[in-house]
C-alpha cells in the first residue's frame, strides 16, 4: 500500500492545487505595441500635412535629445542644417581606428534627411595640415556622400585643432561653398572628433567661430584633453560636450546626435488644436491650415465655410449655388446645359433664350436651330415671325377682291365711252364724204 501512494499523489495533485484566477468576462484584444516609422504617410497626409488630429514635419530644435524615445514615437524628424565633421587623421588615429571615425559620421548621415533643401554635408580632414575633402555643395544624396567619407585617407602627424576650426568657419561655411545664408534660418553645426590635445590654439579660434553662428559639437576619444574639447565646444557643455574611452565604441554616439538633431514634430503631438490641418514650419513651429472650402477664423485654429460663390472665386461661367459645409456647384441660365467641366455652359435650347424674335410660338430644332409658329387661327407671315388672324386675312383678300372689280369696271366705262364718241366722229365723217360725193354727180 505504501508503494502506490505516489501514484496516489499524483493522480490527487491537480485537485489539490489551486485554481487559476478567472479570466475577465470580455476579454479586449491582446495588447500590442505600434511603432510608427518617420516619413510613412497617415491618412490623407504626408510628411509635412497631416490631418487633425495629428500632423506635419518639423523645424530646427537644439537640445540633448527627447524623453522616452521620442523618434519612435515619430514626433520628430532630423532638421535641416549646413553640417561640417571635423576629423582628427593623425599619426595616433591608427587605421582601424580612422575606419570607425568614417563609420562614426556615415551613421550620423544615415539618420538625416539629407538634400539640397535638407541638411548638406561637408568634411574636413586635419593633422599638421587641413584638408576639405568636400564641400557642402558638393553631394546631395547619401549615397554618394557615404562613397565620399568611405574614400578619405589619414593624412600625417600634428593636432592642430585650431587651424582645423579656422578652416570650416572661413572655407567650408561660406556661402561659395554650398552653406546657406542667414535669411534661410539653416543652422550652421560642426563635430569636431579628435584624440589628442591639440598642437595650437583653439581657445580664440573657437569662440570666432561660436560669435559666427557656428554651433560646435567636441567629441573626445581616449587621450583626448577634456579641458581642449570645453574651449571648443558650444554652451551647455553638458549637452555638446561627449567622451569615448576608444574608437571601438563611438559608433554608439550616432544615436545621441540622431536625438540631438530631431526636430520635435509639434503637430504629431496632437497638442496643436487645429481643427482641419496642422503644418509643421522649417523654424520648428506649426500653423493651422483649413479644407478647401473653408477659411481660418482669426483665433488661426478653427475654420469657417466659406461663400465661394459671394467671394467670385467659384470659376462658374453663369451660376454659383452655394451648398452646405463650405461647398458649391455651378448651373446654367435658361436655354444652357452644364458642360462635362461642370464650370462652363453652352446653348441647348435658343428658344429659350428669349431672343428668337417669333410673335407667338418659338419651336426648337436642335441645340443650333428654330423656327416660329403660331397661336390656333392665326397664319405665319411672310417674316416668318409675325401672325395674323385667319379672318383677318381672308377680309384684307376680300378687300383686295372688290377693289380690283371696281377699278375694272371704271375702265371698261372708261373704254366704251370713248368708243361711243369715236363711233360718233366716224359716222359724222362718213356722212360727210357721202354728201360731198352725191353733190359732185350731179353737177
Same mark, same amino acid.
Given at each position: 500500500?505504501?508503494?502506490?501512494?505516489?501514484?496516489?499523489?499524483?493522480?490527487?495533485?491537480?485537485? !489539490?492545487?489551486?485554481?487559476?484566477?478567472?479570466?475577465?468576462?470580455?476579454?479586449?484584444?491582446?495588447?500590442?505595441?505600434? %511603432?510608427?516609422?518617420?516619413? /510613412? !504617410?497617415?491618412?490623407?497626409?504626408?510628411?509635412? &500635412? =497631416?490631418?487633425?488630429?495629428?500632423?506635419?514635419?518639423?523645424?530646427?530644435?537644439?537640445?540633448?535629445?527627447?524623453?522616452?524615445?521620442? &523618434?519612435?514615437?515619430?514626433?520628430?524628424?532630423?532638421?535641416?542644417?549646413?553640417?561640417?565633421?571635423?576629423?582628427?587623421?593623425?599619426?595616433?588615429?591608427?587605421?582601424?581606428?580612422?575606419?570607425?571615425?568614417?563609420? %562614426?559620421?556615415?551613421?550620423?548621415?544615415?539618420?538625416?534627411?539629407?538634400?539640397?533643401?535638407?541638411?548638406?554635408?561637408?568634411?574636413?580632414?586635419?593633422?599638421?595640415?587641413?584638408?576639405?575633402? %568636400?564641400?557642402?555643395?558638393?553631394?546631395?544624396? +547619401?549615397?554618394?556622400?557615404?562613397?565620399?567619407?568611405?574614400?578619405?585617407?589619414?593624412?600625417?602627424?600634428?593636432?592642430?585643432?585650431?587651424?582645423?576650426?579656422?578652416?570650416?568657419?572661413?572655407?567650408?561655411?561660406?556661402?561659395?561653398?554650398?552653406?546657406?545664408?542667414?535669411?534661410?534660418?539653416?543652422?550652421?553645426?560642426? @563635430? @569636431?572628433?579628435?584624440?589628442?590635445?591639440?598642437?595650437?590654439?583653439?581657445?580664440?579660434?573657437?569662440?570666432?567661430?561660436?560669435?559666427?553662428?557656428?554651433?560646435?559639437?567636441?567629441?573626445?576619444?581616449?587621450?583626448?584633453?577634456?579641458?581642449?574639447?570645453?574651449?571648443?565646444?558650444?554652451?551647455?557643455?553638458?549637452? =555638446?560636450?561627449?567622451?569615448?574611452?576608444?574608437?571601438?565604441?563611438?559608433? +554608439?554616439?550616432?544615436?545621441?546626435?540622431?536625438?540631438?538633431?530631431?526636430?520635435?514634430?509639434?503637430?504629431?503631438?496632437?497638442?496643436?488644436?487645429?481643427?482641419?490641418?496642422?503644418?509643421?514650419?522649417?523654424?520648428?513651429?506649426?500653423?493651422?491650415?483649413?479644407?478647401?472650402?473653408? /477659411?481660418?477664423?482669426?483665433?488661426?485654429?478653427?475654420?469657417?465655410?466659406?461663400?465661394?460663390?459671394?467671394?467670385?472665386?467659384?470659376?462658374?461661367?453663369?451660376?454659383?449655388?452655394?451648398?452646405?459645409?463650405?461647398?458649391? =456647384?455651378?448651373?446654367?441660365?435658361?436655354?444652357?446645359?452644364?458642360?462635362?467641366?461642370? +464650370?462652363?455652359?453652352?446653348?441647348?435650347?435658343?428658344?429659350? !433664350?428669349?431672343?428668337?424674335?417669333?410673335? =407667338?410660338?418659338?419651336?426648337?430644332?436642335?441645340?443650333?436651330?428654330?423656327?416660329?409658329?403660331?397661336? /390656333?387661327?392665326?397664319?405665319?407671315?411672310?417674316?416668318?415671325?409675325?401672325?395674323?388672324?385667319?379672318?383677318?386675312?381672308?377680309?384684307?383678300?376680300? /378687300?383686295?377682291?372688290?377693289?380690283?372689280?371696281?377699278?375694272?369696271?371704271?375702265?371698261?366705262?372708261?373704254?366704251?365711252?370713248?368708243?361711243?364718241?369715236?363711233?360718233? +366722229?366716224?359716222?359724222?365723217?362718213?356722212?360727210?364724204?357721202?354728201?360731198?360725193?352725191?353733190?359732185?354727180?350731179?353737177?
Amino acid at each position: 500500500m505504501p508503494r502506490r501512494l505516489p501514484g496516489l499523489l499524483l493522480l490527487l495533485w491537480p485537485l !489539490l492545487l489551486p485554481p487559476p484566477p478567472a479570466a475577465p468576462a470580455n476579454p479586449g484584444p491582446p495588447a500590442r505595441t505600434v %511603432f510608427r516609422r518617420l516619413g /510613412t !504617410l497617415g491618412p490623407r497626409g504626408s510628411p509635412g &500635412r =497631416h490631418p487633425a488630429p495629428a500632423a506635419p514635419t518639423g523645424a530646427p530644435y537644439l537640445g540633448a535629445g527627447l524623453p522616452g524615445g521620442a &523618434r519612435g514615437a515619430g514626433v520628430c524628424k532630423s532638421r535641416p542644417l549646413d553640417l561640417v565633421f571635423i576629423i582628427d587623421s593623425s599619426r595616433s588615429v591608427r587605421p582601424l581606428e580612422f575606419t570607425k571615425v568614417k563609420t %562614426f559620421v556615415s551613421r550620423i548621415i544615415d539618420t538625416l534627411d539629407i538634400g539640397e533643401a535638407n541638411t548638406r554635408v561637408a568634411v574636413v580632414n586635419y593633422a599638421s595640415t587641413v584638408k576639405i575633402e %568636400f564641400h557642402l555643395q558638393d553631394h546631395s544624396d +547619401k549615397q554618394s556622400l557615404k562613397q565620399a567619407v568611405g574614400r578619405i585617407t589619414p593624412l600625417s602627424t600634428g593636432t592642430m585643432s585650431g587651424l582645423a576650426i579656422q578652416t570650416a568657419m572661413e572655407e567650408a561655411f561660406t556661402v561659395e561653398a554650398g552653406a546657406r545664408g542667414p535669411s534661410s534660418n539653416i543652422p550652421k553645426v560642426a @563635430i @569636431i572628433v579628435t584624440d589628442g590635445r591639440p598642437q595650437d590654439q583653439v581657445n580664440d579660434v573657437a569662440a570666432r567661430a561660436r560669435a559666427s553662428g557656428i554651433e560646435l559639437y567636441a567629441v573626445g576619444v581616449g587621450r583626448a584633453d577634456m579641458e581642449s574639447l570645453k574651449m571648443i565646444a558650444s554652451e551647455p557643455l553638458d549637452e =555638446h560636450v561627449f567622451y569615448v574611452e576608444t574608437y571601438g565604441v563611438i559608433e +554608439k554616439l550616432s544615436s545621441r546626435f540622431q536625438e540631438t538633431f530631431c526636430a520635435i514634430d509639434k503637430c504629431a503631438l496632437n497638442t496643436h488644436g487645429c481643427e482641419h490641418i496642422c503644418v509643421n514650419d522649417r523654424t520648428g513651429s506649426y500653423h493651422c491650415e483649413c479644407y478647401e472650402g473653408y /477659411t481660418l477664423n482669426e483665433d488661426r485654429k478653427t475654420c469657417s465655410a466659406q461663400d465661394q460663390c459671394a467671394s467670385g472665386t467659384h470659376g462658374c461661367q453663369h451660376l454659383c449655388v452655394s451648398d452646405r459645409a463650405g461647398s458649391h =456647384h455651378c448651373e446654367c441660365y435658361e436655354g444652357y446645359a452644364l458642360n462635362e467641366d461642370k +464650370k462652363t455652359c453652352s446653348v441647348r435650347d435658343k428658344c429659350a !433664350l428669349g431672343s428668337h424674335g417669333c410673335q =407667338h410660338i418659338c419651336v426648337s430644332d436642335g441645340a443650333a436651330s428654330y423656327h416660329c409658329d403660331c397661336y /390656333t387661327g392665326f397664319t405665319l407671315n411672310e417674316d416668318k415671325k409675325t401672325c395674323s388672324a385667319v379672318e383677318e386675312a381672308r377680309r384684307l383678300i376680300s /378687300t383686295e377682291d372688290t377693289c380690283g372689280c371696281e377699278a375694272t369696271l371704271a375702265f371698261q366705262d372708261k373704254v366704251s365711252s370713248y368708243l361711243q364718241r369715236l363711233n360718233t +366722229k366716224i359716222d359724222d365723217i362718213l356722212a360727210k364724204l357721202q354728201a360731198n360725193e352725191y353733190g359732185q354727180i350731179h353737177r
